[in-house]
């Protein structure tokens, strides 16, 4: 069971920067490809971004590429997104998950195994 983490969300206003982290303390967690989704009220969850296990690969949600930046450390055993530019509609919770997902497939949610419990993202105008 790999229980992940996820940290950095907060109240920024419209423009600003944040970094989001999701951490496991397994190690088999990188073994896993690693994406990150986003819910706002009302609405479904939304695919962001993902990178596979090994961290060369990376795949962004429709016109997030540019704006959002997602790495993965494997001697830190950690994901990040790097969001810039934030936008309102940018507001939502932000999940991170774990799977191994074949690539037609990576930007659906039932993918991934492992969920994290989400972070507050708010952009103010």
């Known amino acids: 069971q790999v229980q992940l983490v996820e940290s950095g969300g907060g109240l920024v206003q419209a423009g600003a920067s944040l970094r989001l982290s999701c951490t496991a303390s397994?190690?088999?967690?990188?073994?896993?490809?690693v994406a990150w989704f986003r819910q706002a009220p009302g609405k479904e969850r939304e695919f962001v971004a993902a990178?596979?296990?090994?961290?060369?690969?990376?795949y962004y949600g429709d016109s997030l590429e540019g704006r959002f930046s997602i790495r993965r450390d494997i001697a830190e055993n950690t994901v990040y997104l790097q969001m810039n530019s934030l936008k309102p509609e940018d507001t939502g919770v932000y999940y991170c998950?774990?799977?191994?997902?074949?690539?037609?497939?990576?930007?659906?949610?039932?993918?991934?195994?492992?969920w994290g419990q989400g972070t507050q993202v708010t952009v103010s105008v």
């Open positions: 990178v596979r296990a090994t961290g060369t690969n990376t």
């Open positions: 397994d190690r088999t967690y990188g073994n896993y490809g």
């Open positions: 998950a774990a799977g191994r997902p074949i690539l037609s497939s990576l930007r659906q949610a039932s993918s991934y195994y492992y």
